[in-house]
């Protein structure tokens, strides 16, 4: 196995889908020997893109020419989203871009142009050294829900599970490698299926939970997905974490049907209510779209009241950026500056809730796991997702799962 110059960088951008697979085209590299190392050191450089938005795929077009004036001169892999549907476009950027849609294939093309001999190499399990203590664990790929603002559908395909049996093996793999927290993940992980048993998300949370990790978290689940079944095994599974982070987008209903989303406000409304009525302490999070075309003064209104009503742990606001080729693209646009006053607005009110939310938990016991200790500060993450910061005790190190009484302060 050759190291000779096998110097490889990988940039990603996007959502933790993304981070998950790059984390795998980092296992599989150093499996086969190639060193990961700044982008200015590399031979190679990898992008796994996104395309969700104009801005996206504008970031992505920036990184992969940010790459090709490395002072190495390297080759650029540009791989993800972007890379699934403006192949040509990317290659026109550049004589050193090298397009491969197929992740699983980019090891394969690295190994190739490095001179990486891939026989007999050994897995590299994404935990441990080199990798959070919390550990992504991708269960399903795709989506057929076609929002009108979205293009994943058409870069990612249809929903499609990864079969349970190897959900399992890379879990206890996971788990033995030393990762106390899994997060599942995909693109639309509430339409998880595998094809062979049929089992579904709740079977396979009930599932995982048996390999004996620590602590299990969903990445993010659609409203209509959360279901009475789901909700009883998530009640059910002391592994599971008390938190769920569940997209509205908007908290008008005329809005939620330009988006074409599938719930109105209202029953988005009660699956938060019956998941609150189903979980103890259960901290909601979730996603808004700020200046989607068409909405007006009053629609912005009606989901800032919303928002304020529901409560949220925490608000990730999105300015809406327009994606060429979905239909949201071709509607009447919202003028720039209205959308930034109002993501503005929007990001006022969560911040209002977050700190609510945290003073809530201020002076309560609660289970933190470690992510990192410096200076006699250790770093870490509550069952219902806070970012805590507090004194350690002595001998605390990465890893270890801490009771603490959470400070008036260093909460986030």
């Known amino acids: 196995m050759s190291g000779v110059g096998a110097r490889v960088a990988i940039r990603t951008l996007g959502c933790k889908v993304n981070r998950v697979e790059s984390d795998a085209i980092v296992a599989d590299l150093l499996a086969r020997g190639a060193r990961i190392v700044p982008e200015d050191e590399a031979a190679v450089v990898v992008i796994n893109t ?13 990184a992969v020419r940010r790459a090709l004036k490395s002072s190495g001169s390297p080759v650029v892999i540009v791989t993800g989203c972007l890379a699934a549907l403006d192949a040509a476009a990317l290659s026109a950027l550049g004589e050193r871009v090298v397009v491969e849609p197929d992740k699983t294939q980019l090891a394969v093309r690295v190994g190739e142009l490095l001179g990486l001999v891939d026989d007999a190499c050994e897995p590299v399990v994404r935990a441990g050294e080199g990798f959070r203590t919390r550990a992504m664990l991708k269960i399903e790929d795709g989506c057929d829900n076609f929002c009108s603002y979205c293009i994943v559908p058409h870069a990612r395909g249809a929903p499609r599970g990864t079969p349970l049996v190897e959900v399992l093996r890379d879990a206890r793999d996971l788990v033995e490698a030393g990762a106390r927290e899994i997060v599942l993940t995909g693109i639309n992980i509430g339409r998880y299926q595998d094809a062979t048993t049929g ?21 993010s689940i659609e409203p209509p997905d959360l279901t009475q079944r789901l909700l009883g095994v998530l009640c059910d599974t002391p592994a599971v974490c008390e938190h769920l982070h569940v997209p509205l987008q908007s908290g008008s209903n005329a809005v939620l049907s330009a988006m074409g989303r599938t719930y109105t406000a209202e029953e988005y409304a009660e699956r938060i209510e019956e998941a609150r009525g189903a979980i103890d302490g259960l901290a909601v999070t979730t996603d808004v779209i700020a200046g989607f075309p068409g909405e007006g003064d009053e629609q912005h209104t009606e989901t800032l009241a919303f928002v304020e009503r529901m409560g949220f742990a925490k608000l990730h606001v999105f300015r809406y950026s327009a994606r060429r080729g979905t239909p949201a693209a071709g509607m009447e646009q919202v003028a720039a500056e209205v959308r930034a006053r109002r993501a503005s607005e929007l990001r006022a009110v969560g911040e209002r809730l977050r700190d609510r939310y945290a003073r809530s938990r201020s002076g309560v016991e609660a289970e933190v796991l470690v992510e990192g200790v410096k200076g006699g500060v250790m770093t870490g993450t509550t069952r219902d997702y806070l970012r805590v910061s507090t004194q350690a005790e002595a001998r605390t190190t990465a890893g270890d799962v801490a009771r603490v009484r959470l400070p008036p302060r260093g909460i986030r």
């Not at 996104?50 to 920036?62: P, S």
């Not at 709740?202 to 969903?218: F, H, K």
């Open 50 to 62: 996104c395309t969700v938005t104009g801005e996206a795929d504008a970031k992505a077009r920036k």
């Open 199 to 219: 089992a579904d998300l709740a079977e396979l949370i009930g599932a995982v939970a048996q390999t004996g990790v620590s602590r299990l978290r969903l990445s």
